[in-house]
């Protein structure tokens, strides 16, 4: 199946709609708006959400059967370092310091 030089721009055209106009919209419709105080709370804590949804069941789960596993090495590394980025606060901290403590890891493991 090939595809037209305008089937093409088309569908990179819509691609770019169907990416750009949902960072749009809130950005156009809310930025003259006040938002309530308890709704800019929540949505401060959607990007920690998502972090956790993604990470945990990678740090705690293996194989093909997600088995708990207590003894993986990404877990007892990400312990360590979420707690150097809790008193740091330093994102460039944390990362350096995560990939060297799974590094150390992998090598004593």
């Known amino acids: 199946m090939t595809v037209s030089l305008p089937d093409y721009l088309l569908l990179l055209l819509a691609m ?9 919209a809130p950005v156009f419709f809310l930025s003259r708006r ?12 959607i990007p920690a959400a998502i972090l956790s ?4 069941p990678e740090l705690v789960l293996r194989g093909d059967q997600r088995t708990f596993s207590m003894v993986e090495p990404e877990l007892w590394v990400a312990v360590p370092t ?3 980025a809790i008193k740091t606060r330093s ?5 350096v310091v995560g990939m060297l403590l799974f590094w150390g890891a992998q090598k004593l493991l």
């Open 16 to 24: 770019g709609a169907v990416t750009y106009i949902p960072r749009w």
């Open 34 to 45: 006040q938002l309530p105080q308890w709704l800019v709370d929540w949505l401060d804590l």
């Open 53 to 56: 949804a993604l990470l945990l």
């Open 82 to 84: 979420l707690l150097f």
């Open 91 to 95: 994102l460039g901290g944390t990362v």
